[in-house]
Nanobody
């Protein structure tokens, strides 16, 4: 599955960014989608996921209440709205597609290229 992430950049603490992930046609209708991130010197970690139905979403504790995952099936695009950004959110963010309609905590089947998010004053 082809995935193309964009929207990263440099933002001050407390600021906002919206990441986008363009997927191959119909991907978001059939598969759960997600975002992972990897900070320098750290392991890659799960950030958020959304089921194919769009009815359920999941977040790691550190971003709950600040990040929102959503999707537009007509555009086959997934978004990650990031608010109240903190320095510890600095990482390369990766868009992913799972092999199921539901997020079950398994590893993604497909990864996009990363987009850098840097939170710094």
């Amino acid at each position: 599955v082809q995935l193309q992430a964009s929207g990263g950049g440099l933002v001050q603490p407390g600021g906002s960014l919206r990441l986008s992930c363009a997927a191959a046609a119909r991907t978001t209708r059939w598969y759960a989608m997600g975002w992972f991130r990897q900070a320098p010197g750290k392991e890659r970690e799960f950030v958020a996921a959304i089921n194919a139905s769009g009815g359920s979403s999941y977040y790691t504790d550190s971003v709950k209440g600040r990040f929102t995952i959503s999707k537009d099936d007509a555009k086959s695009t997934v978004y990650l709205q990031m608010n109240s950004l903190k320095a510890e959110d600095t990482a390369v963010y990766y868009c992913t597609a799972f092999s199921d309609r539901y997020y079950r905590g398994s590893s993604p089947r497909s990864w996009g290229q990363g987009t850098q998010v840097t939170v710094s004053s």
